[in-house]
């Protein structure tokens, strides 16, 4: 039990990384796009 546990916590860690690079990516994104429209 506890070694799932610490496999489940090792997966959510790595796809909130996944998750924040992404999420940072296209905000950087969308703010240079409505830069250039401004």
């Known amino acids: 039990m506890g070694k ?3 496999n489940v ?3 959510l ?3 909130l990384d996944e ?3 992404i999420l ?3 905000i950087r994104w ?3 796009n409505t830069l ?3």
């Open 4 to 6: 799932s546990v610490e």
């Open 9 to 11: 916590r090792d997966f």
């Open 13 to 15: 860690n790595i796809a």
């Open 19 to 21: 998750i924040a690079k």
């Open 24 to 26: 940072y990516y296209y």
């Open 30 to 32: 969308f703010d240079s």
């Open 36 to 38: 250039l429209e401004g």
